[in-house]
């Protein structure tokens, strides 16, 4: 971090701003549903053994996937 543009005195090359763009949406859109998976499951991981956190996880994972679905067929069903 010691280079110019990092403190402000110069511009960003293209390509890192490109860069930058690019890891900015991957991470802003896995960040939505890492933070909907803890505001709705209370997802926290503190177990011994990455076989288990892996699973608590996968767990999740399957539940956020399942709402749309559940929602859905709510929807036909009442439809």
Do not use: C, W
């Not at 933070?35 to 709705?40: N, R, T």
């Amino acid at each position: 971090k010691n280079s110019p543009f990092f403190a402000g005195l110069q511009l960003m090359p293209r390509h890192i701003q490109r860069s930058n763009a690019a890891k900015s949406v991957i991470r802003s859109r896995v960040e939505h549903v890492f933070a909907d998976q803890k505001s709705q499951t209370g997802l926290f991981v503190r177990t011994v053994g990455i076989t288990r956190a892996t699973m608590r996880i996968g767990l999740a994972n399957i539940v956020y996937n399942m709402r749309p679905f559940i929602f859905l067929e709510r929807i036909s069903a009442v439809a």
